[in-house]
Each structure stands twice: as C-alpha cells, then as structure tokens.
C-alpha cells in the first residue's frame, strides 16, 4: 500500500467513524461551482453596498433600520435579543446569555447559561437575536466571522405566519468542522404560501453548494444579499456567486443572526469546543432609490 493510499484511507476511516459515532446522515457535497475570490471587492466607502462601491443602482442607506453594533448593550429598539418564537433545535437551546455587544461587534457564544436548567432535550445553549422590522426587497449586508466550533453560523431571513412562510438564508454554514471548512452553502425555501402568494402547501427548497477555496472560519468576509421582485442575488466579499429567479419570495422577512444545532450539517454539540464565537462587524440594508 502505498503512503498516497495510506493517506486516503485514514481519512475516509477517519469520516466514516465520526458519521457513526454521531448517527448522522450528510449529503454528498456536489459543489455547483466555485468562487474566484481573486475577483472580491476592495471596499472604498461604507455608504454603498460592497457589491456596488459606485453605487450605480443608486442604493439608499437605512440608517435607522442598519446597526453598527457599536456601544456595550444590544441596541433592542430594532433587535429582539432572543428568538421570541422559536426555542432552539434540540440539543441547543436559544439564550440570552449567550448575546452580547464586545468591542463594536455582536457576538454570540455557547454555553453561558451556567447553571441554569434547560427545557427537557437541550443539553447546550447558543444566542440569537432578530430584527424587530420586517423587510421587503433591498440590499441586505454583514461582515462576519463564523463560529469555529460545531455550531452553525447563521445570517438569515424569515417570517413565519399562519398561511405564509418562506425563507432567504444568506449565510448557513458549519466551518467549525472540518469537512465543512470550504462549503459555501445558499438556501432558500417556501414553507406554505397563500392563494394569492402561490397556493403552497408543501415545503420546497432551492439548495445549491459552492466550493470556497479559503477556509470559511478562518477570516472575516462580508456577506450580500440583493433582492427584487425579479430575482434573489447572493454575494460573498462583493462576489456574486448564485442568482435566483423570484418566484415566490415576495414577502416581508425578518433578519436572523445566530447559531444553532444540524445535524444536517454535522454541527452537534461538542463539550471539548465550547470556546466557539460568532463575530458581526455590521447589519446595513439599503433600498433602491425611486
């Protein structure tokens, strides 16, 4: 057996065994394409998207609505400072302890609940927080560093009512294991819509997967999203890597950061790596000037 094959078998073991170890079912990766991050964007101003530093679709700053996440409290006239809706996917429960503003950043943490009992099926906690304004349509934007530890890292948007449920998720990854330290997940789903919003009864997706060269968790990078009635446009340090027909998310959503458990995605809790830390420079919406 040759060192090369050695080398490869160790590491299909090596997979194989933690698959087990954690009864976990992963999707095979199939990469739609990958991002040239040669092409990524210099910014020159923060008064414009990273995408369109010349503002040549004349974008409009939401200054009220856009948050800088700069003093030592979260700002709770436009963030809810847990998920007043949603308790958390087991085992990883939603807590308020684990949110807090540090040096200009949000930051979201595991396990700062001390000794505080959790609700039966969690065994750990992480933090979220949601946007108290609803948004439709614009230019969504925040620079980030995911969490390096089995947790997933989450910039998303939502709003989850009786007759009407779809989701746009800008940033939905897990590079705090390894075997995902180069996926560039992009997800968007409608839950249920009604008659008149596309009769939807059934949940579909719209999953595709990229291959980013660098390591997602070891460096800041900015993530974007363009929506319009047209269409849905995903960036990543200004890169436009997917664009998707809007054909049903025509509804007004929330902004999400947080982390959670998925199995999914390999991401359950690990006692040994509870130092895991989510960093969010900014949140900045714009919308198109009329």
Partial sequence: MTLKFKTLFVFVVLINTVIIAQNLTIPPKNYVDSVNVEKSIKRTNNKFPLSDQSNSKKWKLLK???????????????????????????????????VSIENDELVIRVNKHDNEALPKDFTHSTGFIKSKNKFLYGYFEAEVK?????????????????????????????PGLYYNRHDLNSNIHVFRAPKDKGNIKKHFSRTKKYYFPKELQADYHVWG??????????????????????????????VNFNCESNKWFGALPDDNRLDGEYHVKYFRAWKLKK
């Fill in 225 to 254: 999203l363009e929506w319009t009635p047209e269409f849905i446009r995903f960036y990543i340090d200004g890169i436009l890597f997917r664009e998707a027909k809007n054909t049903h998310w025509h509804q007004p959503l929330e």
């Fill in 64 to 98: 009220k609505l856009s948050d800088e996440f700069s003093g030592n409290k979260l700002n709770e006239t436009r963030w809810y400072p847990n998920n007043p809706k949603w308790k958390g996917r087991p085992p990883t429960y939603f807590h308020g302890s684990n």
């Fill in 146 to 174: 995911l969490m390096d530890a089995p947790w997933v890292s989450g910039f998303w948007m939502t709003n989850v009512s009786k007759d009407w449920w779809t989701e746009i998720d800008i940033c939905e990854n897990a």
